[in-house]
């Protein structure tokens, strides 16, 4: 029974990968924190959120007002999203010949001009796939996608022909320092 056990888990081994959160996942996740932001910098006031109907941010505002509490009575706070921007400022390799990653970072930028001028940024960052990218991005969303920088020039040619020179140069010494 044991020995039918261990065959199985070898036969089907369980990888533990997760899936990347989508732009919009992330966007949405630093919308919660600029909620509960928000409620502790303004405990007893009323927040109203500035949207403009023809602005491209407002699937963002109608995060801000799901499963909305932070309508109390008080003064009224206008909030309004100033920028909401996706960047991928580098490219790199995971190992020799691994798959190539992005560095993402995902920024959101609220403010108020009623009483006080009140701006609060948030981020998040991380790495993604390169291979994942349109999964990540929403097509319909520009805030959510960027343009990502090509591939540098040391792994798209040198690095590849240093490693075909260094494995003819293996299989050299080896066949003709045996002899």
Known sequence: MLLKIIFLALLFPI??????KSNLDLFFTLIDNAKTEL????????IIF?????????????RFLLNDSLYKIGDKIIIK?????????SIFRDGILGDFFLERKVKLKISSSSKMNYVKDFSYADSVEISRINFIEDNYLSFTKNEFPTEPFWASFVQPISI?????TTIFLL???RS
Do not use: W
């Open 50 to 62: 500035e949207q403009d109907i023809r602005n491209q941010y407002s699937v963002l505002y109608n």
């Open 39 to 46: 409620k502790k910098d303004f405990p007893n006031n009323q």
């Open 81 to 89: 999203i100033d920028t909401a921007i996706t960047e991928y400022p």
């Open 164 to 168: 075909a020179l260094f494995s003819i």
């Open 15 to 20: 990888f533990g990968n997760s899936q990347t």
């Open 175 to 177: 066949f003709f320092i």
